[in-house]
């Protein structure tokens, strides 16, 4: 699928290409695997928009293990791979996967949906299986409000019983939170809680409008500036969560503006990754695509070759040559190490080349 190409005129000189070093052409960093659709929960701003029951058209087992395959003939360092869904709970042969991953030398996560399968006997079975950490969502303070926009009874209840259970267990944990306009103000709070709770990483999803995400409000740049800021000036170090967000690269270029460092300095780990860029993501029925949140399709596994459509489909291609972006994002002095959100961009213009409308910068300011 290819999509419209109008490009956003802005004033200024071309920025350099993107450095080497920050191009994940050969292989991506990390590889999400929808492995199925079927949830029992009914989340408003679900990207999969999952449904109760399994699709039959889901990759079988025999599949399963050939994309585990084909992940694992990437060059070195190996992808590590995120078992998402839906519910990966809800897959029958889902620890028959998790052992093939792990026979293949596979870094493993897994990010389950806080249900009554999510038991603590869940927990420490996925910490046995060699799991290596675990993705729970938090995305208000309240429990009734976080139950709400789940969609079901309880949910908030499981997510804390999962989380402390994985402590126990000694099964590292991010929280996931979503940024929108309904969740910005109990972000304070939410912190505190990921701390609470010994989190490794507070992951901040911000909203892209696709699937059933387009039912909430996103934020607006000068607001999302802000949160970005704030999230900056958290304190780090041991105990506390490492802070990261998805679809809000420009995360990025406020950590170097706060420290003052020039962007040359930046060559450090996720720095540069993003959709296309070091992220490919396999839906239930075997679509590549450049992530979840960007739902054009390069090629299906059924049918093509997984390493050669990340590193050869013109898509991908496009979307690791940060200098081809239109608008703010092609001129920018931080698009190496940022880039933007291409699903944003596309989920705005249709274009997955244009700039990201979540961000204020001005270059060259």
Known sequence: MTSATHAHATEGPRAPRISPHLVFDRAPRRV???????????CRHCRAEASPRS???ELTTAEGFALLDAIASFDE????VILTGGDPLERRDLFELIAHARSLGLGLSVSPSATPRLSEGAVRRLRAAGVEAMSLSIDRAAAEDHDALRGESGCSERTIAAALAAA?????????????????????ALHRLACDLGAARWSLFFLVGVGRGTVLQPIDAVRAER???????LPSGPGLPI????????????VLQRKHLPVATSARAGFGIRDGNGVLFVSHT??????????????????ADLVEIYRSSPMFISLRDASGFHGRCGVCEYHAVCGGSRARAWSVDGD????????AHQPGT
């Open 286 to 303: 075997g679509y590549v695509s450049p992530s979840g949140f960007l739902p054009l399709s390069a090629g299906n596994v059924r049918e």
């Open 77 to 80: 360092p190996m992808p590590r």
């Open 168 to 188: 126990a267990v000694g099964l590292p944990v991010q929280v996931n939170t979503l940024v929108a306009a309904e969740t910005v103000d109990d972000l304070p």
């Open 55 to 57: 699709d039959p058209r």
């Open 227 to 233: 949160v970005l800021e704030w999230l900056a000036g």
């Open 352 to 359: 997955v080349l244009a700039e990201d409308p979540l961000c």
């Open 243 to 254: 802070v990261t967000t998805t679809e809000a690269p420009h995360f990025r270029r406020i």
């Open 32 to 42: 999400y695997w929808e492995v199925t659709r079927a949830c029992s929960l009914a």
